[in-house]
């Protein structure tokens, strides 16, 4: 069965101490794995995809990365701005994308 | 680009009464739309699938007589929570895509809905 398991469930960090969060997935051939940010009471706002192993993409202080079986999000000298939930996401079949639990990130001053 | 444009933000009611919740497309033509419903501190759950000018496609467990899905144009869907109970009370987020499977999808600000 098709799986995206987000570690950890919630990561508390002071401003400018870098960290990653973790997505690890298992899904029958992997069209594209996408990392979202989602502030309380909003919608997610999409951040990154990613189609292959070895990609690589950033966004200021985000860094998206791909193996074969999970993709990392490091951040870099976060600042309190960037406390939200942070959802990956992988489609599995057509467009049926499976969200993981998410991890939510706060940035302490 | 990409926006999606959801409404209302907020809606109180009373028990027993019919919401609508509209999701626009703005800047490019949604083939697929999704519907989700989320509750404190939990990820997304997704309730429907919808196509332009077909049936929505619901997944297991969620009501389609209480929870009608439309989408009428490659711009437009709408959730109508009918007949609305207390239990109904939650977030709601709608999303849009392109035509590929493997295009991110991108999500309206949501829709707190309380029912009294």
């Known amino acids: 069965e098709d799986q995206v398991t987000q570690s950890p469930e919630a990561l508390r960090l002071q401003e400018g101490e870098s960290s990653s969060l973790n997505c690890s997935y298992t899904?029958?051939?992997?069209?594209?794995l996408f990392w979202y940010r989602q502030d309380p009471g909003k919608g997610p706002e999409f951040l990154f995809t990613?189609?292959?192993a070895g990609e690589e993409k950033e966004k200021e202080r985000l860094k998206a990365t791909l193996t074969k079986k999970e993709s990392f999000l490091h951040i870099t000298a976060p600042k309190p701005e960037d406390s939200a939930t942070y959802l990956c996401?992988?489609?599995?079949?057509?467009?049926?994308?499976?969200f993981g639990a998410g991890t939510r990130l706060t940035v302490k001053p | 680009g990409a926006v999606v444009s959801q409404h209302p933000s907020w809606v109180i009611c009373k028990s027993g009464t019919s919401v609508k919740i509209e999701c626009r497309s703005l800047?490019?033509?949604?083939?697929?739309m999704f519907w989700y419903r989320q509750f404190p501190k939990q990820s997304l759950m997704l309730m429907a699938t919808?196509?332009?000018?077909?049936?929505?496609?619901?997944e297991q467990g969620v009501e389609k007589d209480k929870f009608l899905i439309n989408h009428a144009s490659l711009t437009l869907s709408t959730l109508t929570v009918t007949s609305a109970h207390p239990e109904d009370s939650s977030f709601y987020i709608c999303?849009?895509?392109?035509?590929?499977?493997?295009?991110?999808?991108?999500f309206g600000d949501g829709t707190r809905l309380s029912i009294l």
């Open positions: 919808s196509n332009e000018g077909s049936k929505a496609t619901y």
């Open positions: 800047d490019f033509q949604a083939t697929t």
């Open positions: 990613l189609y292959s």
């Open positions: 899904v029958s051939g992997l069209r594209g």
């Open positions: 999303s849009a895509s392109g035509q590929y499977s493997n295009q991110p999808q991108h």
């Open positions: 996401a992988v489609p599995p079949v057509l467009n049926d994308m499976r």
